[in-house]
């Protein structure tokens, strides 16, 4: 791209946009017949962090006849130059605009970033909707957990792939090469991957609505499109990634990730990845061993990431832990979403015998009564039990996630949390003699589709700023911190999280006035979404606070997640009497529907 050089140097951090680096793969562009654009639709930093893309990469570089490259949302300087000077937004790898892909496949992790999926097609000078794409423009898809709830996003996309990835997009290929060398029209190729398992066409159905503004019926419109989509699952998981692509800048997440397992069994009910990602497919030691040898040789990374859910419930993580470090000494290893219990802190001794980093746990509840609300396992005695060996073993940093405006929450819930950490500053006293540093951080409460929560509403502004005060109270205590997110962005994403398909116009509004990137704080404009809001006519309270009757027809109802309605409805009632589900992993089967698929829980 001949004017890229004359802008890269005004912009801050270029090497978002030069690509080139260690490991990534390039192809012949004129000898390979099917080009297909990934995205995470964030920033360079952030979207190498996610552990989607360098899966789909790898998969897809592995077939002779198709070539993948990466492309990211620039940042505001960098967008500026390009318009200014008419650079269409170009892929990494060879700076091909994106325009000239066949397909260009987003992954959506995040309800926040639906605007930067606008902004990268609008720079890409590819019509943001999908009914005003032509033959001549690529096919735009999206996977990730919040195509879950596709509806809030159907406007901007040709079709969506459902649950696991690996093996859907593989049989995509097909109908894409055909429509490529002009055997099929763009309309016959939707009818084509319509009867693929786990795809969805939002343009093949059509939508009603009732006049209390509720979901009235949603039918397919041609007899490819199935009337329930069954959420893909692949059965093993894909080879781990052995030869990463290694960054010129630092990512949010500058290490390696080794998937160990995909799925947890725990039953959090707030939690939307414990549901749809079941069931639980673990990952042979004997592999990961195998992977993380390799990423060393093949990279200059000497940190590798043990990624899942719940990584201490990987069978023979101690074991697993003990061997990679015996035979790599200068390796560091992380485990993320660790328990709070004594087996976790034993585990990250091994980790850093001799550096007591700060750790970080995810209490969620103050009060036994709230985290049997939510399932969360864990009473107090055990916490503070933890805790006295957290501060017996030398460790005085420690940092604390709470959800605010959780499901039957009292005061007394909220006053639970500042007396919990109260008593957990008081084992560190009582331990090792000294003051803790502690950090709280108190996010709100979200309801998420496919959870026993999905029908609750959101708590109102008021209602979080009158628990906020009381947190504020309780948190005077010298040597804590206290902070929580933004209520506006919570009450967005809850909206789109139910939001159904009206929900597009308002994004798309509030992309024209300038909304982007809207998961930086310092970016987010909560005044062009409710200004988008009002000028469409819809009102965000509808879609974030209401909580809906369990015989709604919900948006995204025709999604099977394989995790039955049944299943969420017993748990919402469970929530209601606060009483738990055994992790089934380790107890009698909760027949949460799975074992009537073909792929079973794996027990």
């Known amino acids: 791209m001949t004017n890229l050089d004359a802008i890269l140097h005004k912009v801050q ?22 080009r297909i654009a990934l995205s995470y639709p964030d920033v360079y930093e952030i979207g190498m962090s996610n552990m989607a893309l360098p899966i789909l990469y790898e998969l897809l570089n592995a077939q002779p006849e198709v070539l993948a490259e990466r492309v990211f949302p620039p940042w505001g300087d960098m967008a500026a130059a390009m318009k200014t000077n008419n650079i269409p937004l170009f892929s990494l790898e060879t700076k091909h605009p994106l325009s000239e892909f066949d397909m260009i496949g987003f992954s959506l992790g995040h309800e926040m970033t639906y605007t930067n999926v606008l902004e990268a097609l609008s720079l890409a000078q590819i019509p943001v909707l999908a009914a005003e794409r032509n ?94 989509i069954k959420k893909r699952i692949v059965k093993t998981l894909p080879a781990a990634v052995v030869k990463p692509i290694v960054s010129y800048i630092e990512t949010i997440h500058d290490r390696v990730a080794v998937e160990i397992q995909r799925g947890c069994t725990r039953g959090c009910r707030f939690c939307q990845a414990g549901m749809i990602y079941r069931p639980m497919r673990v990952r042979p030691q004997a592999e990961i061993e195998t992977a993380v040898e390799e990423i060393l040789n093949n990279c200059g990374y000497d940190e590798v990431s043990l990624v899942s859910l719940s990584s201490g419930d990987y069978p023979g993580i101690d074991e697993l832990v003990g061997k990679l470090s015996k035979h790599n000494q200068n390796l560091s290893l992380s485990l993320p979403s660790l328990h709070l219990n004594s087996f976790s802190l034993k585990l990250m001794e091994a980790l850093s015998p001799r550096k007591k980093m700060g750790l970080t746990f995810a209490p969620e509840a103050g009060s036994d009564r709230m985290r049997r609300v939510i399932n969360k396992q864990l009473t107090e005695q055990e916490i503070l039990d933890t805790f006295a060996e957290v501060f017996q073993k030398g460790w005085l940093s420690v940092k604390l996630y709470f959800m605010v405006g959780l499901p039957t929450e009292t005061k007394e819930d909220i006053e639970a949390i500042g007396q919990l950490v109260d008593k957990i500053r008081d084992q560190a006293r009582k331990n090792s003699g000294k003051t803790p540093q502690i950090r709280v951080n108190a996010s709100t409460f979200v309801p998420k589709a496919h959870t026993p929560f999905q029908w609750f509403g959101q708590n109102t502004e008021e209602e979080l700023a009158a628990k906020h005060e009381i947190l504020g109270s309780a948190m005077q205590r010298r040597g ?9 962005v919570s009450l967005l994403e809850a909206a789109l999280s139910r939001g159904d398909r009206r929900l597009g116009r308002v994004i798309y509004r509030a992309w024209q006035m300038g909304a982007v990137f809207d998961a930086w704080d310092e970016l987010f404009k909560w005044e062009l979404w409710e200004k988008a809001f009002t000028e469409e006519g819809l009102d965000i309270k509808f879609y974030a606070q209401r909580e809906r009757p369990q015989d709604e027809l919900l948006p995204w109802a025709f999604i099977d997640t394989g995790v039955s309605q049944e299943y969420l409805k017993a748990e919402y009632a469970k929530a209601l009497s606060a009483e738990v589900t055994p992790d089934c992993r380790i107890g009698p089967c909760n027949t949460c529907g799975l074992e009537t698929w073909e792929t079973a829980c794996g027990k």
Do not use: M
Not at 154 to 167: H, L, T
Not at 201 to 227: C, I, M, N, Q, R
């Open 13 to 34: 951090k270029p090497a978002r946009y030069t690509g080139g680096e260690w490991n990534s793969i390039i192809k012949d562009w004129s000898q390979t017949p099917v």
């Open 135 to 228: 033959e001549s423009h690529p096919l735009v898809i999206a996977g990730g957990t919040c195509v879950l709830n596709p509806e809030p996003i159907a406007d901007f996309f040709d079709f969506f792939v459902i649950g696991d990835g690996e093996e859907a997009v593989l049989e995509l290929l097909p109908a894409i090469r055909d429509w490529k060398n002009k055997k099929i029209s763009k309309q016959q190729l939707l009818r084509e991957v319509a009867k693929i398992d786990g795809v969805y066409v939002p343009g093949l159905y059509k939508v009603e609505y009732s006049p209390d503004g509720t979901l009235k019926s949603f039918t397919p419109t041609v007899p490819e499109a199935k009337p329930v």
């Open 480 to 488: 804590t911190r206290l902070s929580w997110g933004n209520a506006k």
